[in-house]
């Protein structure tokens, strides 16, 4: 399932902004979602991740109370809300597809991934 995030910008410490990740296909419920981010010179960092039905959602202990991911499968798109951004939100940020939960948790052999969108939280 193809995957494009977009919604990345520029915002200033304490605001809010809110990706999206349009998905392809007709089987994007059948997938687990996550988000990731990468900054320079770090590997990609686990963020959020949501279950198929979006019953189901997991955090980073560093976003968790700040970023809200949902998902609507009726129009084949992912999101993340983010609030109280800080200055070490500050990454490209990837969202990603798979079949198991334990595959998006663990960040590795995810069988798709979309293009970045940058965020930059300024202060």
């Known amino acids: 399932v193809p995957l494009q995030a977009y919604g990345g910008g520029l915002v200033q410490a304490g605001g809010s902004l809110r990706l999206s990740c349009a998905a392809s296909?007709?089987?994007?419920?059948?997938?687990?979602m996550g988000w990731f981010r990468q900054t320079p010179g770090k590997g990609r960092e686990f963020v959020a991740a949501?279950?198929?039905?979006?019953?189901?959602?997991y955090y980073a202990d560093s976003v968790k109370g700040r970023f809200t991911i949902s998902r609507d499968n009726a129009k084949n798109t992912l999101y993340l809300q983010m609030n109280s951004l800080k200055l070490e939100d500050t990454a490209v940020y990837y969202c990603?597809?798979?079949?198991?939960?334990?595959?998006?948790?663990?960040?590795?052999?995810?069988?798709?991934w979309g293009e970045g969108t940058l965020v930059t939280v300024s202060s």
């Open positions: 990603a597809a798979d079949t198991k939960i334990a595959t998006i948790l663990g960040g590795y052999g995810v069988d798709y």
């Open positions: 296909g007709r089987t994007f419920s059948s997938y687990y």
């Open positions: 949501i279950s198929r039905s979006g019953g189901g959602t």
